[in-house]
């Protein structure tokens, strides 16, 4: 993410996304302002995808979310196949993790009482 006023830039990690814009964890503490305009560029499948966004929310942990304000028809369509690529993997997690939470199918013992003639304790 750079700004294109004051070419300060910052890299993180996307926390969430959509086609209108994103919320970014930044890896330091940054100088961005609320309204600021953005540069910011995404790699989807190895190909890089160049966003203008504006600032709309800042947060003391380095937290910026940001308003897509210029994307171009190929960059909104690669934007979307990162986002269902991302859906995807998600509920792959969603259901390993609902297969790992499965109580185990195995059959358990039983331990209990042996079985005895009811008749063999009567003498």
């Given at each position: 993410?750079?700004?294109?006023?004051?070419?300060?830039?910052?890299q993180?990690?996307?926390?969430?996304?959509?086609?209108?814009?994103c919320?970014?964890?930044?890896?330091?503490?940054?100088?961005?302002?609320?309204?600021?305009?953005?540069?910011m560029?995404?790699?989807?499948?190895?190909?890089?995808v160049?966003?203008q966004?504006?600032?709309?929310?800042?947060?003391?942990?380095?937290?910026?979310?940001?308003?897509?304000?210029?994307?171009?028809?190929?960059?909104?369509r690669?934007?979307?196949?990162?986002?269902?690529?991302?859906?995807?993997?998600?509920?792959?997690?969603?259901?390993?993790?609902?297969?790992?939470?499965?109580?185990?199918?195995r059959?358990?013992?039983?331990?209990?009482?042996?079985?005895?003639?009811?008749?063999?304790?009567?003498?």
């Open positions: 993410m750079r700004s294109l006023s004051s070419g300060a830039s910052a993180g990690s996307i926390e969430n996304l959509s086609l209108g814009g919320l970014l964890q930044l890896d330091h503490h940054h100088g961005f302002h609320r309204g600021e305009n953005v540069e560029t995404f790699c989807v499948r190895q190909l890089p160049r966003v966004a504006s600032v709309r929310q800042l947060d003391r942990s380095d937290l910026v979310g940001v308003v897509f304000t210029l994307l171009s028809d190929r960059g909104r690669q934007l979307l196949a990162l986002i269902e690529e991302l859906a995807e993997i998600l509920h792959d997690q969603v259901d390993a993790l609902k297969q790992w939470q499965k109580p185990s199918l059959p358990h013992m039983v331990r209990g009482p042996a079985n005895k003639d009811p008749g063999s304790r009567k003498r």
